[in-house]
Structure formats: C-alpha cells, structure tokens
T-cell receptor
Framework: QQQVKQSPQSLIVQKGGISIINCAYENTAFDYFPWYQQFPGKGPALLIAIRPDVSEKKEGRFTISFNKSAKQFSLHIMDSQPGDSATYFC????????????FGPGTRLSVLP | DAGVTQSPTHLIKTRGQHVTLRCSPISGHKSVSWYQQVLGQGPQFIFQYYEKEERGRGNFPDRFSARQFPNYSSELNVNALLLGDSALYLCASNQGLMDTQYFGPGTRLTVL
C-alpha cells in the first residue's frame, strides 16, 4: 500500500515535443505529490508539486494532472528541451508525517536535439 | 544561500566496517531526512529528524542509526556494512515538517 508505481521506465522525445510520465499510488492517505528532477551525480531537485484538492497545476512548461478517484497523477513537459534530459521521480507523502516521501522508481528522459 | 551540504562526497569501505555520513541543512531548516538511493532506483526513506527528535523511520535494519545536533546538522551511521549498502545517501532538509524538502548532492558509498 506504500508503493508508488511509475511509467514509462525510459522515454525518448524529440526537441519541442511533449513528455508525459505517469504515476499511480495506493495509499489514499497520501496528500502531497511532488515531482523531482535528478541529473547524474546530483541530488533530486523539486520541480512541481500538487495537493489532491486540485486537478491540475502548471508552472512554466511543467504541468501536473491529478486524478484522485483513479489514484493517478502525471507530469507533462511541454516543448521539451535537451536540457530536460534527466531522471524524473514522482513521490507521495502524508504531510502530517512530515513529508517522508515514497518515491517511484524513476523515468529516464532523453530529449533529442 | 548555501543549499544542503553533505560530506564526504565519496567513500569506500569494506564489509563489516562502520561509516558516518554528515549533513548540514539549509540555514533556518529544522528538519533533516535521510534517504538511500540504490543505482537505478528511486530514493528510499531512512529517517527524519525534527528539532533533534526522530519523527519517522523507514524499513531499514537497526544497523542504521542517526541523530540531529543542536545546530540541526545530522549524522547517519551505518554499522557492519554489507555489499548491499552501496548506494547514494541523500540528505534533505525542510524548514518545518510541512514545508518543501530540499535535497543535498548526496554521499556515494561503495562497500567492497
């Protein structure tokens, strides 16, 4: 029940295209869903996060879509750029537990020039 | 402002040894969390400390322990190292328990 599933495992997109990464969770007590970006040799960096009281959140080229009933959420990267090439992790937590994240296994995104 | 800092950057140990990893949170942050990231996988939660008290513990054996000091820095200790402990150990800090969590660059531990 603590697991967060993520797909695809890897993704190749042309420059300017849309990258879509999907996640699913089981624990309905989760109430905070961030996406992290990680470059090789670096720690994860917060990209964007959403609470379950909204269905969509957009920040620049990054959008989270959230479907509470299906217990799924996704990251959309519009106008993907080669600099977006990284590993992306979705995560989930209970804020009253202090954000002890359960991370998905990650998606390696490659954006071709 | 300096971000979360971790030391050392890299570490090589042999099986059975003990290791101590250190983390300094962002100034003003009172919570520190530790994660283990095995190559090719997502980070796994180990511990969280807030105001020097343990607030959460993941599914790791008792060989793993941690503490937080009065200046909010933290140490992660691992005893009796196993080959499977080889991983990137990440420290993250947040100001309060419900605030955004920021990760450090990690310490790469290799156990031979």
């Amino acid at each position: 029940q603590q697991q967060v599933k993520q797909s695809p495992q890897s993704l190749i997109v042309q420059k300017g295209g849309i990258s879509i990464i999907n996640c699913a969770y089981e624990n309905t007590a989760f109430d905070y869903f961030p996406w992290y970006q990680q470059f090789p040799g670096k720690g994860p960096a917060l990209l964007i996060a959403i609470r379950p009281d909204v269905s969509e959140k957009k920040e620049g080229r990054f959008t989270i879509s959230f479907n509470k009933s299906a217990k799924q959420f996704s990251l959309h990267i519009m106008d993907s750029q080669p600099g977006d090439s990284a590993t992306y992790f979705c995560a989930a937590s209970r804020l009253d537990y202090g954000q002890n994240f359960v991370f998905g296994p990650g998606t390696r995104l490659s954006v071709l020039p | 402002d300096a971000g979360v800092t971790q030391s050392p950057t890299h570490l090589i140990k042999t099986r059975g040894q003990h290791v101590t990893l250190r983390c300094s949170p962002i100034s003003g942050h009172k919570s520190v969390s530790w994660y283990q990231q095995v190559l090719g996988q997502g980070p796994q939660f180990i511990f969280q400390y807030y105001e020097k008290e343990e607030r959460g513990r993941g599914n790791f054996p008792d060989r793993f322990s941690a503490r937080q000091f009065p200046n909010y820095s933290s140490e992660l200790n691992v005893n009796a190292l196993l080959l499977g402990d080889s991983a990137l150990y990440l420290c993250a800090s947040n100001q309060g328990l419900m605030d955004t969590q920021y990760f450090g660059p990690g310490t790469r531990l290799t156990v031979l």
